[in-house]
């Protein structure tokens, strides 16, 4: 990244080096550990393959749409990053992403656009975020504890597959974790409930696992 000329330093906008990272035909791209600025949206796109920082972390990014994946010719990971000062990522992509490693984006940071989407999460603590119908998440080691009472986040008619979803015993903050939405109503459901997860799908919880069909529309 520094050798596109990203400085890092929380300050300065960084949004055109890391652009110019991503169109460069490399197939991973690297961000050190430093605090980045991104004035303006990165899109993910071309050959990238992963995206690694090191806890690289941004600055000034409270409500922004930090990058948007849309148009790699194969499925892309990005992987290691912490989003405590905010920030969003936007999945348009045709082929799966992949979050791993990251702690964030919350508060409605991850954005799902357009149809058919396919969201991977490994290791990731985020919550309040929506998955639009047609949408897939497969997931695992996946930290959603919501502020009581909302949900930690909406399924509106996705189709969702977690293994290793932590509920601490008699911890109330974490009991409502899904909010499974259909035709304009919505009910707050618990997992292992498999309305949670939509059709077909496998929950596997707290060593418990539950497989359910579609609620009635």
């Not at 490399?26 to 605090?35: D, E, W």
């Not at 980045?36 to 690694?52: A, D, M, P, S």
């Not at 194969?74 to 992987?79: I, K």
Request: aromatic letters at 10%; proline letters at 6%; glycine letters at 14%.
């Amino acid at each position: 990244m520094k050798a596109f000329g990203a400085v890092g330093d929380g300050s300065t906008d960084d949004t055109a080096a890391v652009q110019k990272a991503i169109d460069s035909g490399k197939a991973v791209i690297y961000f050190p550990q430093a605090s980045y600025r991104l004035n303006g949206t990165v899109v993910v796109r071309g050959n990238v393959r992963r995206v690694i920082g090191f806890s690289s972390s941004f600055t000034g990014a409270e409500g922004k749409t930090l990058f948007r994946f849309e148009g790699t010719r194969h499925p892309v990971a990005f992987e290691r990053f912490n989003f405590f000062g905010g920030g969003k990522l936007e999945h348009a992509n045709e082929r799966p992403v992949t979050l791993r490693h990251s702690t964030g984006p919350a508060k409605q940071g991850i954005v799902t656009t357009g149809k058919n989407r396919h969201w991977f999460f490994e290791d990731v603590c985020t919550s309040h975020f929506t998955l639009p119908p047609g949408t897939r998440l497969h997931a695992r080691q996946f930290n959603c504890e919501p502020e009581p009472p909302g949900a930690g986040f909406a399924n509106d008619g996705a189709l969702v597959w977690v293994l290793g979803l932590p509920i601490p015993g008699g911890c109330r903050r974490s009991r409502l974790l899904v909010r499974r939405e259909w035709g304009g109503a919505s009910a707050d459901v618990d997992p292992p409930d498999p309305r949670a997860f939509g059709g077909g799908s496998t929950a596997r919880t707290a060593g418990r696992t539950a497989r359910g069909g579609n609620l009635h529309r």
